[in-house]
T-cell receptor, first 113, second 116 residues
Framework: SAVISQKPSRDICQRGTSLTIQCQVD?????MFWYRQQPGQSLTLIAT?????????ESGFVIDKFPISRPNLTFSTLTVSNMSPEDSSIYLC??????????FGPGTRLTVT | DAKTTQPPSMDCAEGRAANLPCNHS???????VYWYRQIHSQGPQYIIH???NNETNEMASLIITEDRKSSTLILPHATLRDTAVYYC?????????????????FGKGTHLIIQP
């Protein structure tokens, strides 16, 4: 299994600012993922972040809005840039350890005012 | 990934078996059935997965029909802590996906409410 921590756990930000979310894993993993969960909705994959390569973004998500860093095998950051109220969501980090299991962090609850 | 259909909500009495159905009529031969759940205010949690045989672990049992077009997740003795949204996901195992984007595609899931 994997223990994943995220910082901050929640934040309230003003429109037009940026927030960087940190994800720390207790073991080395190749593949990390970032998801968004809008209020009352299911999870949507934002991007896949592999160490040593550029992140791969899903349709509807762009690097300028959600830049991702993956400096090593246990850490990643997601930045939500130039925020608007529509960015208010829970952002979750996830890792894949085995071929069939993914583990999720507790999420970062973001409110944009 | 094949599309799945789940009932939006279900109730179950505490102590009884909770049976959560999932339809995946377009499933391909190399696609697995995965179940995750999300307890309120937490990240999703892996429960179980299977290809064609029935599977059981310490959390649940997974029954897959012979034609693989549907499956049922069984929580044998539901407790109040099992109240959560349960997601049925069908996808190719990462072992066969060529190492591409392997994120999960979540549908709307079933909100299971365990009643005391």
């Amino acid at each position: 299994s994997a223990v994943i921590s995220q910082k901050p756990s929640r934040d309230i930000c003003q429109r037009g600012t940026s927030l960087t979310i940190q994800c720390q894993v207790d073991s080395q993993v190749t593949m990390m993922f970032w998801y968004r969960q809008q209020p009352g909705q299911s999870l949507t994959l934002i991007a896949t972040a592999n160490q040593g390569s550029e992140a791969t973004y899903e349709s509807g998500f762009v690097i300028d809005k959600f830049p991702i860093s993956r400096p090593n095998l246990t850490f990643s950051t997601l930045t939500v840039s130039n925020m608007s109220p529509e960015d208010s969501s829970i952002y979750l980090c996830s890792v894949r350890l085995a071929f069939y299991e993914q583990y999720f962090g507790p999420g970062t609850r973001l409110t944009v005012t | 990934d094949a599309k799945t259909t789940q009932p939006p909500s279900m109730d179950c009495a505490e102590g009884r078996a909770a049976n959560l159905p999932c339809n995946h009529s377009t499933i391909s031969g190399n696609e697995y059935v995965y179940w995750y759940r999300q307890i309120h205010s937490q990240g999703p949690q892996y429960i179980i997965h299977g290809l064609k045989n029935n599977e059981t672990n310490e959390m649940a049992s997974l029954i897959i029909t012979e034609d693989r077009k549907s499956s049922t997740l069984i929580l044998p003795h539901a407790t109040l802590r099992d109240t959560a949204v349960y997601y049925c996901i069908v996808r190719v195992s990462s072992m066969y996906s060529g190492g591409g984007a392997d994120g999960l595609t979540f549908g709307k899931g079933t909100h299971l409410i365990i009643q005391p």
